[in-house]
């Protein structure tokens, strides 16, 4: 009798599978999306309070976020690193142009020497305002965070990045002012969603040519998920439960800008 019942559960069950499987949002506009989780390998990005990097935590955070997109959505999903593996930031991009993606998102940790500094940053590509920038980009740059020359890999061979920009190079071409406006967009959402989502603080969507984004041919930004040299958030970062929230936040964000982008 009992073994009866099981039975009709799992028909039941089976029965609703393919409605599920129905039930995922389907994507319009974002169908292959990229996500870069930043550093690993030999390079480990910033340290955290706690003393444990960037790398370690960038990953976990795109991997929920991978998860909730194959669940929540038909979206194509692709991770530039899936372990903790060194990959150049030419080869991010590179994975992505070749996949023909239609956005890539590097996600980051943020550093300051203020330690008050906290919150989300979303950081992109803006040719306008590339010469304004272009002072901000060398200073971030020489506190060797995304930009950095990454180091030798394994077999010693030399780093494929190139040296600092120059101002001819930050002058972008025309694919660039096209991906340039959907940019903008992401960035926006992904500030105002994660915040709404997780309630943490958010700070003006910052225009800088990094090295990561300047080779990509689709929407492209950097998003920096918090500070690790904040005492609270930078433990806060560390912990699984608030990792998913902070995929929840990009998720829904990644849904909403989906419709926006299909509907302009
Ligand atoms: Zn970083």
Redesign the pocket.
Known sequence: MRFTLLLVLVSVLVAALPEAAFSKTRMRSLKHIVLDP??GGTNP??PSVTGLF?KYL?LPIALEVERRLREQTDATVTLTRRTDATVGLRERTRLANQAGADLFISI????SENPEANGLEVYFLDPDAAINEFDHLIAHEERG??AQPEVPNKAGAPAEEAPPLTIEQVLLDATMYKSHERSELVAGELLDTIHRVVKVPRRKVRQAPFAVLKEAEMPAV?L?VGYLSHAEEGRRLADPKYQERLADGIVAALIRLDKKLANP
Request: proline share 0%; with cysteine; glycine share 14%.
């Open positions: 930043g550093h990005g910033a960037e960038t980051h940790c943020n550093s965070e995304l950097v920096e």
